[in-house]
Each structure stands twice: as structure tokens, then as C-alpha cells.
């Protein structure tokens, strides 16, 4: 099981519906129970507007305070913050054994907007209310220690700007593992999981359903005309399917694109598609050379060259959870999987890596608890060839990181700004894209001066 699965605010949501679930009802009509039953059956299936719409159709059900967690907690799950806070007090107010998770989800709220302090005594409150249960104590442990982390780190100065890409680009679905174009500097490329995307919503069987079912991803396209994002088209029928697609990146030429397909995010391919004229209207994709296997925990790669790829795994002998390995090819033969080591992994997740052009410098998000503000954040790392080893990993701090989840880090080719995606809650819906804006070039996007130090030395366990 993947240790990402501490960080999931969707955990808590899903265990407060299976416990009102497994709740005797004490609704005495069954048209009550009827709808109370399908209020949490749309909570369990993470339908949060539908949720709030049953709720708020009768001031009989948004008074049960059972409802009024439940709509907290969609709430909180729209980005509705205020609404979510405001039920969530009253709850406290009003009860004499209020449920424990109001106090998770008030710290969550005080997360989010980095009052630290405050989330961290909500988090203790809602430790002082719950049993022996570990996996939720060690989760809300965690949480407290990314506290710690943010209250030291929310003063450091920083000459970042980062905004938001806007409504063209961001919607209330999921957007995330943005790609500037290698060739065209104002185009942009992006993934989304999003009503509309092709094969329409499904259920866990595979069966068409518009009430329950979910979207999968989609690749996408944008441009920049006068700083503004527009023209978002899907990627063509011949690269989009019915199943996930996943951009994961382009070569250096912008001959290839990379990208994964899999009926789910586990399930699946990386697959390479070349363009050329020729068949298929120019789309030519074919099972990568490199031997990543999803089914074996490989997930997503980042394609330095032809002969190098960074990738995160949850396969067996790693520190914990999903760690960061390289691979390379020699004599046109790739060799096995090398860790990166235990200055760069640790017993949580390490995922989505980006090599800057200098070929040392090293970017990917991390939860670990010891560093992390909340969730997934993005760190840099650099290789020093004298001592060959790594330097401790560097949060980047506040703004590009936040209370939510930082992934899919990628600095374009000026060397003046990056992209990624992340869940903080000021966002469209759920992940949106983000740009990030430096003052001043960064140096790890020169490329070096001299050959790059021999990759049978580089990224060893240290």
C-alpha cells in the first residue's frame, strides 16, 4: 500500500460516510431513510454537489447534524472553505459528544490558509476525541509535524510569483502534468480528467453511468495569445482513447511525446508516439523501449534523453512507499533500475521527478512528514560529482508549495518560469496547473559547459 495514502483527505471522507453507513438510522419514515441513504451513497462516490443538493432541498435534512457534517466536508471538498468552517463550528457549538472529525476537517481548513498554529490545535483536539486507532493517529501526527514545518518555513523570503492559469485551462474536474511545447514557446500541453473526455463516465464495472460513474483522463492543448490561455483542444482520437491517457513528456527535438494509457492509473503502458508523416494522419505510437512496468509500480518517467529516465516505484526493496530510481541505456542495451538513495528517498512517497538541463539538478514532490508543509510538496536536490553524492533535498517553499499536493514540477526551456499542478485550495476544483515566475534565470537550465559527468557514477546510493 502506498504511504500517499496517509496524506488522502479523501480517506477521512470515505470513512465518515462507511461509519454513518454502518449507523442504525433513527429516521422514523422511510422516505427519510430513503433519502439520508442516498445522501450518503453520493458522499461515498465522492459526488459532493449532489451531496449538498439533496441536503439543502429541506431544512429538515441540513439540520441533522449528521447531514451537516457530511456537508461540511463536501464543502471543504468544492474549495467552499468558509461555508465548510461555519457548519463545522456550529457542530461543535451545538453538541455535547460533537463528532471528532469536525475538528480534523477545521484543521484542515487552517492548514490550508497556513494559520499552522491554529490547525495544529485543531489536529490535537481531534486526537484528544478518537480512540487507538493507529493509521488515523499517525496520519494526524503527520499532519501536525507538516505544521511545524510550514510555521519555520512560511517566513522565508521569496521573489517567486506564482498564479493560477485561469478558467480557460483550470476547471472543477482534475488538471494536472503540464508540458511546455519544445518547439512552440506559447503553447502548452496538460492532462485532465474532466466531463466530456472520451468514453464518457463509467462505473467500477466499465458501464456507462452519468450519476455515479467517473471521467477518465484526457490529453489536452492550449495557447498563449496576449498572456492570455485559450484555444484548449483535446489531443487527437488517435492518442486519446476510451482509457486514461497521461501526458508525460516530450525529446528534446519535440519528435516524440510520452505518454501512458491504462484502464486505470495502475494498469497500463507508457507508450511513445513519433510524429511523422505516413499513416495514422502522422500519429505512430508504439510500447516505449525502455522496460518500465506499471503493474510492477513504475509511474511517471521523465525522459532525460534516449538513454536516461528518471522514474518513481513502489517495487519491492525501495525505503518506503514510491521512491525515485534512474535507468539508462548502454550499447543500446537498458541496464536494471538504480535507487537514487537514501538522500533522496524516503519511507514516504518521492514521485514526478524533472532533471534540469544541466544534468545534475534534480526537482520532485515529496509528502515525507519530516520536510513536507502538506501533502506533496517539490524539492531540489543537486548531484556534486566531487563528493558523489546528493545535497539534502531543499524544500522550495511558500508560494509554489502549499497546504495541498505539489506535483509535476517542470521548468521551461527560458529557464524564467516552471509549471506544475497542485490542490491548494484556492484552486478551480480539484488539482489545478500553476505557473511560477523567477526574477532571475536559474542557472541549472545553462547547459554545461563540459560533458556531463559519466552516468555509471551518477545517482548512486550514498
Known amino acids: 500500500m502506498s504511504n500517499n495514502l496517509w496524506t488522502s483527505i479523501r480517506y477521512f471522507s470515505v470513512l465518515v460516510a462507511c461509519t454513518?453507513?454502518?449507523?442504525?438510522?433513527?429516521?422514523?419514515?422511510?422516505?427519510?431513510?430513503?433519502?439520508?441513504?442516498?445522501?450518503?451513497?453520493?458522499?461515498?462516490?465522492?459526488?459532493?454537489?449532489?451531496?449538498?443538493?439533496?441536503?439543502?432541498?429541506?431544512?429538515?435534512?441540513?439540520?441533522?447534524?449528521?447531514?451537516?457534517l457530511l456537508a461540511a466536508i463536501s464543502y471543504y471538498h468544492l474549495n467552499e472553505l468558509e461555508k465548510s468552517e461555519v457548519l463545522?463550528?456550529?457542530?461543535?457549538?451545538?453538541?455535547?459528544?460533537?463528532?471528532?472529525?469536525?475538528?480534523?476537517?477545521?484543521?484542515?481548513?487552517?492548514h490550508h490558509k497556513h494559520q499552522f498554529g491554529e490547525a495544529s490545535d485543531y489536529y490535537r483536539q481531534y486526537l484528544r476525541n478518537?480512540?487507538?486507532?493507529?493509521?488515523?493517529?499517525?496520519?494526524?501526527?503527520?499532519?501536525?509535524?507538516?505544521?511545524?514545518?510550514?510555521?519555520?518555513?512560511?517566513?522565508?523570503?521569496?521573489?517567486v510569483f506564482v498564479e493560477n492559469l485561469g478558467s480557460e485551462i483550470n476547471t472543477e474536474a482534475d488538471e494536472f502534468a503540464?508540458?511546455?511545447?519544445?518547439?512552440?514557446?506559447?503553447?502548452?500541453?496538460?492532462?485532465?480528467?474532466?466531463?466530456?473526455?472520451?468514453g464518457g463516465a463509467k462505473n467500477q464495472y466499465g458501464i456507462a453511468d452519468q450519476v455515479l460513474g467517473f471521467n477518465k483522463s484526457d490529453m489536452f492543448s492550449a495557447s498563449n495569445k496576449n498572456g492570455v490561455w485559450t484555444e484548449?483542444?483535446?489531443?487527437?482520437?488517435?492518442?486519446?482513447?476510451?482509457?486514461?491517457?497521461?501526458?508525460?513528456?516530450?525529446?528534446k527535438p519535440g519528435q516524440k511525446m510520452y505518454y501512458f494509457q491504462g484502464s486505470s492509473m495502475t494498469e497500463g503502458t507508457f507508450m511513445e508516439n513519433i510524429f511523422q508523416s505516413g499513416t495514422n494522419n502522422g500519429y505512430n505510437s508504439f510500447t516505449i523501449s525502455a522496460p518500465l512496468d506499471v503493474n510492477n509500480g513504475?509511474?511517471?518517467?521523465?525522459?532525460?534523453?534516449?538513454?536516461?529516465?528518471?522514474?518513481?516505484?513502489?517495487?519491492?526493496?525501495?525505503?518506503?512507499?514510491y521512491d525515485l530510481y534512474r535507468m539508462e541505456k548502454k550499447s543500446g542495451v537498458w541496464q536494471e533500475p538504480i535507487n537514487l538513495g537514501s538522500k533522496i528517498n524516503t519511507p514516504a512517497d518521492e514521485r514526478s521527478p524533472f532533471m534540469s538541463r544541466d544534468g545534475i539538478t534534480l526537482y520532485f514532490a515529496s509528502n515525507d512528514s519530516e520536510k513536507s508543509i502538506g501533502g506533496l510538496d517539490i524539492f531540489k536536490s543537486t548531484f556534486i560529482e566531487k563528493l558523489q553524492e546528493w545535497t539534502p533535498p531543499q524544500n522550495l517553499g511558500i508560494p509554489i508549495n502549499s497546504a495541498g499536493d505539489e506535483d509535476h514540477y517542470y521548468i521551461s526551456d527560458d529557464g524564467f518560469s516552471a509549471f506544475f499542478s497542485s490542490s491548494r485550495k484556492d484552486s478551480y476544483g480539484q488539482r489545478d496547473i500553476y505557473i511560477a515566475y523567477f526574477p532571475d534565470f536559474l542557472p541549472e537550465m545553462e547547459y554545461p559547459a563540459t560533458p556531463a559527468v559519466s552516468t555509471s557514477v551518477l545517482y548512486q546510493d550514498n
Open 20 to 68: 454513518m453507513l454502518a449507523m442504525p438510522s433513527a429516521k422514523a419514515q422511510s422516505g427519510d431513510f430513503d433519502k439520508n441513504e442516498e445522501i450518503r451513497m453520493y458522499f461515498r462516490f465522492e459526488k459532493y454537489h449532489e451531496v449538498l443538493s439533496l441536503i439543502n432541498s429541506s431544512r429538515k435534512y441540513a439540520q441533522d447534524t449528521e447531514n451537516m
Open 88 to 110: 463545522l463550528k456550529e457542530l461543535l457549538d451545538q453538541q455535547k459528544n460533537p463528532f471528532p472529525e469536525a475538528w480534523l476537517f477545521l484543521g484542515k481548513i487552517y
Open 130 to 159: 478518537i480512540g487507538n486507532n493507529l493509521f488515523e493517529r499517525s496520519y494526524t501526527w503527520n499532519l501536525i509535524r507538516m505544521c511545524a514545518n510550514g510555521l519555520q518555513l512560511q517566513y522565508r523570503e521569496s521573489s
Open 178 to 198: 503540464p508540458r511546455p511545447s519544445p518547439n512552440f514557446g506559447a503553447k502548452l500541453y496538460f492532462s485532465s480528467v474532466r466531463p466530456g473526455n472520451m
Open 232 to 251: 484548449v483542444t483535446p489531443l487527437h482520437y488517435l492518442l486519446n482513447s476510451p482509457n486514461h491517457d497521461i501526458l508525460l513528456g516530450f525529446d
Open 298 to 321: 513504475d509511474a511517471t518517467p521523465h525522459f532525460v534523453n534516449d538513454d536516461l529516465v528518471i522514474f518513481s516505484s513502489n517495487r519491492d526493496g525501495g525505503y518506503g512507499g
